[in-house]
């Protein structure tokens, strides 16, 4: 018989109950704690990226001891994100069919960016065909500030995005939203393959 695994949603009103790690976080060694809870959701991927995990994506963020039990804690990319369901129930499968007890808190704040995105998630995403997004700065510990640029700082300051199929820099944007919203779609004007761009966050 497995164990029973949970899920809930915490908002951004709510504290958490313990900080999280900021930035990417690498495979756990075997030495570190829950490092078997932390193996099998190695298995659990992202369900629009199938290529990559949700520890890799940045998205797992904890597994800790609580007083009610074991939490494992996910953020999704955005709010709105409509794989944010699947993602629960794939965690809570998975730890159910392993037989962990663990409760599934969603947390959707500090709210996650690309700058959580392992080394591996972003070499996975371009052999994937899709270009990993540029430093966003928003993963920064303590930064909480919105900043503001004028229209012509932000006209001069437009991305060179690499081409995942052949490496050129000579590509341009054909549309601010490609297969998914957190996508742009661009089109290399040297193989002339089009190709989503992960925008940053």
Not at 63 to 75: D, H, K, N, S, W
Request: charged residues 15%.
């Amino acid at each position: 018989m497995h164990a029973n695994a949970t899920s809930c949603t915490v908002h951004a009103e709510q504290p958490a109950t313990s900080a999280l790690p900021d930035g990417p976080i690498a495979r756990k060694e075997p030495n570190e704690a829950h490092y078997a809870t932390w193996s099998v959701l190695e298995s659990v991927t992202d369900p629009e990226i199938p290529v990559v995990n949700l520890r890799e994506m940045g998205i797992l963020r904890a597994v800790r001891q609580t007083a009610t039990g074991l939490e494992v804690v996910i953020t999704p990319t955005y709010s709105g994100c409509p794989a944010m369901s699947q993602m629960e129930d794939d965690v809570v499968n998975a730890l159910a069919t392993a037989g962990v007890a663990a409760r599934v808190l969603t947390q959707i704040a500090p709210a996650w960016s690309t700058d959580w995105m392992t080394p591996e998630a972003r070499e996975k995403l371009r052999a994937y065909g899709i270009a990993p997004p540029h430093p966003s700065g928003c993963g920064t510990a303590g930064v909480n500030v919105i900043q503001f640029a004028s229209k012509k700082t932000a006209a001069s300051a437009e991305l060179t995005v690499a081409c995942p199929q052949c490496g050129s820099h000579n590509t341009t944007e054909t549309s601010h939203f490609g297969s998914t919203a957190c996508k742009a779609l661009y089109r290399c004007l040297n193989c002339l393959e089009p190709f989503d761009y992960f925008k940053p966050y």
